[in-house]
Structure formats: structure tokens, C-alpha cells
């Protein structure tokens, strides 16, 4: 059983199929955070054991609905399990092994809290930040919006997506969006002091910095 759906409904869902999946069925899910998920389902487990691995595929885009359907939508993805003390070996094997013939290249094991902090950081944020820069030029300056070319388009792409599906993901994982956010903000600030202050040495070696790593990727 795959469940499918914005992150609070998942665990609502888990709720409705637990006590009616065979008790050799394995359920997965594909929420983007997986701390409420997975609590969910170890609450669950405790009352009924059953087979449940939470997984989380880094794949998809802004756009959202069956019309947008794709059947390679997994190829070459990297996917994340978030087993527990709880999780069968075999229903780790079977949920990985569902992901692979899907055509994921890459499956990593993460408890659900490293998971929602590694996403937080490479996921919701950028995100986050994708929105505010929307934002920011219709406040600063509407009509620039018409000059918008393919760096800004790209950089804002993902600002695009479902704001009911984006508004969950934010709540769920506030916790740890939160201190990625400050991290992203201080480091925007060192750019902005550097700028402010003409300090061009200071902005050279920020930017060439920045530049190594993202070429690192």
C-alpha cells in the first residue's frame, strides 16, 4: 500500500488503512517530512504490527495533477527509507525493492529526524526562499517582472507548485525549517554586510566560496 498525499492526510490515512491491511502487507508512504508519519506509525505498530517503511522520493516538480503524469517520473531518482525499530526486514527489503524497479539509482537510509533536517535544508528552504523572491519584485518593483529571463524563471520554478501541499510541509517540519532558515538568513546577511559596506574583497572570497561548492554538487 503506497499512500500518496499531502503530509497531514498521510497521517490521517495511516489511521484508516492500518487496521485493515493483511497482517503480511507492507505500507509506505511519500511525504516530503516523515517525523508525524513516522510517529504515527510506531504509535500504531505498538497496538498492531505491521509492516511500515516511510519512504520519501526526490523527484516530482512544481507542477501538480494526473494530467502531468509521467512514467519515468522515477528514473534515476534518489528515494529515502525511514525504517524504524519496528520496520521487518523483509519490509525494508520489499519497500526497496519497490523503488528500484521504479528505477530509482540511489536509496538512503535516514531516521525520520535527520531526514526532515536534510530536507529542510535542500528542499524546504530553497523553497521558502523561491516564494519570497516572487514576493520581494512585486513589492520592490512590478515591471521588472516583464524582464523576468531564464535565471530568475529557473530560480523561481518551484514557486510555482500546490500552496495547500507547500503549507503542510512548512508546518510539519517548523521545527527544523526553522534552524535551517537561520542559517540561510545569516548567510544572506554576510553577502548583504559585504555589499553594503563595498568590501570587495570580503564579497569576492564569500562568492568564490560559494561557487566551490555548488560546483562540488
Known amino acids: 500500500v503506497v499512500l500518496a498525499a499531502p503530509v497531514l492526510a498521510i497521517e490521517r490515512l495511516l489511521e484508516t488503512v492500518w487496521p485493515v491491511v493483511a497482517t503480511d502487507g507492507v505500507v509506505t508512504d511519500v511525504g516530503s517530512t516523515k517525523h508525524g508519519i513516522v510517529a504515527t506509525a510506531r504509535r500504531l505498530g505498538a497496538g498492531r504490527p505491521l509492516g511500515f517503511v516511510g519512504s520519501h522520493p526526490m523527484a516530482g516538480s512544481e507542477q501538480s495533477g494526473y494530467e502531468v503524469a509521467r512514467a519515468d517520473l522515477f528514473r534515476g531518482a534518489t528515494v529515502v527509507v525511514t525504517p524504524t525499530e519496528l520496520s521487518a526486514p523483509a519490509a525494508i527489503k520489499s519497500v526497496v525493492g519497490f523503488w528500484e524497479t521504479l528505477g ?57 507548485a500546490d500552496p495547500e501541499v507547500w503549507q503542510e510541509i512548512f508546518l510539519a517540519n517548523r521545527a527544523a525549517l526553522g534552524g535551517s532558515l537561520q542559517a540561510f538568513l545569516a548567510a544572506l546577511e554576510e553577502l548583504t554586510r559585504a555589499i553594503e559596506s563595498g568590501d570587495a574583497g570580503a564579497l569576492r572570497a564569500a562568492l568564490a566560496r560559494v561557487k566551490s561548492r555548488r560546483e562540488s554538487l
Open 104 to 160: 530509482a539509482a540511489r536509496i538512503l537510509t535516514l531516521d525520520a529526524e535527520a531526514h526532515d533536517r536534510a530536507v529542510a535544508a535542500v528542499s524546504h528552504v530553497p523553497h521558502l526562499v523561491a516564494c519570497a523572491l516572487v514576493d520581494g519584485v512585486a513589492r520592490f518593483d512590478p515591471a521588472a517582472l516583464a524582464l523576468a529571463a531564464r535565471g530568475f524563471r529557473d530560480t523561481t520554478r518551484i514557486a510555482a
